[in-house]
């Protein structure tokens, strides 16, 4: 099968971005990593990428008058490395996506969308405002990116139970756990061809 071309955007620890390098390594994941874009030049996850040498870029909010302009140099850069799949870990920055990257811009956020999620909503925070509203169920969900936070079509999602002991960090370990299986699954599936968008709706057909 062929390999999906994939780049990856951060902002800081890269913890995402490990893990699918991680899965690569095992030969669990049909993909090549063309470049990592950083929109910090102090990322940490910068070192998991030059690790595993794959070309880094960084492209800096402050360096661009607008979001538009920000974005578009992402999509430049997608462009020239021929990247068919963007994948968000941990990035922060508003994306503006490219007509060319509908459906081809996924994103990893730490809550069952529609709770928590939006502007604000980002690493543990999300989890903070998860245990003060003493839901208990959480998760994470994988979803392809439009132009507004967290609002584009659900791909997959992983519940998991939280308890009246919880703190946000407990509960961020437990749905990182859940990030690490289903982010790598859902990019699989989109490499196998198994993943079609009808409007808002998803279907992610089986391997028979
Ligand atoms: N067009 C889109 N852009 C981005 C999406 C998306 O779904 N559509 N996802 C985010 C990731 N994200 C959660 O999954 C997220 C990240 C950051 C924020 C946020 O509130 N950001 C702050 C700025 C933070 C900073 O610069 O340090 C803000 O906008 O005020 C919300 C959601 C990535 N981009
Ligand atoms: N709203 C998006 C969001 O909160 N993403 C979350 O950031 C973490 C990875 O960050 P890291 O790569 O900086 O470790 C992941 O847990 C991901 O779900």
Redesign the pocket.
């Known amino acids: 099968m062929q390999k999906l071309r994939i780049a990856v955007l951060?902002?800081?620890?890269?913890?995402?971005?490990k893990n699918l390098i991680d899965w690569q390594l095992a030969r669990e994941l049909p993909v090549d990593f063309q470049l990592v874009i950083s929109s910090n030049p102090d990322a940490q996850?910068l070192k998991h990428a030059r690790a595993a040498s794959i070309p880094t870029q960084i492209v800096s909010r402050k360096d661009f008058a607008t979001a538009q302009e920000h974005s578009a140099r992402i999509f430049d850069l997608c462009q020239e490395h021929d990247v068919q799949l963007l994948v968000m870990?941990?990035y922060v920055e508003h994306l503006l996506i490219a007509p060319e990257y509908e459906n081809r811009v996924i994103?990893?956020?730490?809550s069952l969308i529609p709770s928590f999620c939006g502007q604000g909503?980002?690493?543990k925070r999300?989890h903070q405002r998860a245990v003060e509203y003493g839901v208990k169920t959480s998760g994470?969900t994988v979803h392809f990116v439009d132009n507004e936070y967290d609002h584009g079509p659900i791909i997959a999602q992983r519940a998991c139970a939280v308890y009246d002991t919880d703190t946000s960090d407990s509960l961020q370990n437990r749905v990182?756990e859940l990030?690490c299986q289903l982010l790598p699954e859902a990019i699989a599936a989109i490499a196998e061809e198994r993943v079609e968008v009808r409007g808002r709706v998803v279907h992610v057909h089986a391997i028979i």
């Open positions: 951060i902002s800081g620890g890269g913890t995402t971005l996850g870990g941990g994103n990893i956020h730490p909503y980002y690493g999300v994470c990182f990030e």
